[in-house]
């Protein structure tokens, strides 16, 4: 390590970098990882394959020896050794936040129609929680602050609204989609290929 001089990382600013798709050797969407945990698995040689354009390329230190220069480079999707989803993994149920929620409900009040920003939406249980209603996926919609409180602690029908959509639960892909905001185009194109058919998802 004495032969080797401090990495320069100045000209590559590390918020301009973009999250890491990684998959398990299979192809299977595990995580998205940030540019370190990328370089850390590059090298350890951890990286069985990858796919996608080059998302950074990291400049490491001078060897005082032979005076080269150490790099890492990496593409925007990763298979990682010895990390392979169980079974039946691309199945389990994701984490229930607002913030994915909107994007599933493509910010649209499922009772009025209209489009808002966050700040504007609330989450509404179809089955009020007061009356034995769970805080799942499939029992909750996305609506506007006007509908929520006409909705009240009621069904839909007992306030005499209708759903205009139907609650569902998103699988790994499509909550990998939901939950990162600057997605590249190939790792989209990829995450896409595994959403089913009826996700609100691919008419976004």
């Known amino acids: 390590m004495s032969a080797v001089e401090s990495p320069d990382l100045q000209p590559h600013r590390p918020a301009a970098r973009p999250w890491i798709l990684t998959l398990d050797t299979n192809g299977h969407p595990h995580r998205w990882v940030s540019w370190q945990a990328a370089c850390t698995y590059h090298a350890r040689d951890m990286v069985a394959w990858s796919i996608g354009a080059q998302?950074?390329?990291?400049?490491?230190?001078?060897?005082?020896?032979?005076?080269?220069?150490?790099?890492?480079?990496?593409?925007?999707?990763?298979?990682?050794?010895?990390?392979?989803?169980?079974?039946?993994?691309?199945?389990?149920?994701?984490?229930?936040?607002n913030r994915e929620l909107f994007h599933r409900d493509r910010h649209t009040c499922a009772y009025c129609g209209t489009t808002l920003s966050g700040a504007l939406l609330t989450r509404d249980h179809i089955e009020p929680v007061s009356r034995g209603g769970k805080d799942v996926w499939m029992n909750v919609v996305t609506a506007c602050r006007s509908c929520n409180q006409r909705k009240d602690n009621r069904r839909p029908e007992r306030a005499g609204m209708t759903l205009l959509y139907a609650p569902y639960v998103p699988n790994k892909a499509e909550y990998l989609i939901l939950s990162n905001r600057n997605i590249l185009a190939d790792q989209m194109d990829f995450l896409v290929q595994h959403v089913p058919k009826q996700s609100r998802v691919r008419l976004s």
């Open 55 to 97: 998302a950074f390329h990291i400049l490491g230190g001078t060897c005082r020896i032979t005076g080269e220069r150490s790099s890492i480079s990496s593409q925007s999707i990763i298979a990682i050794k010895g990390r392979a989803l169980r079974p039946g993994s691309l199945r389990q149920v994701p984490p229930l936040n």
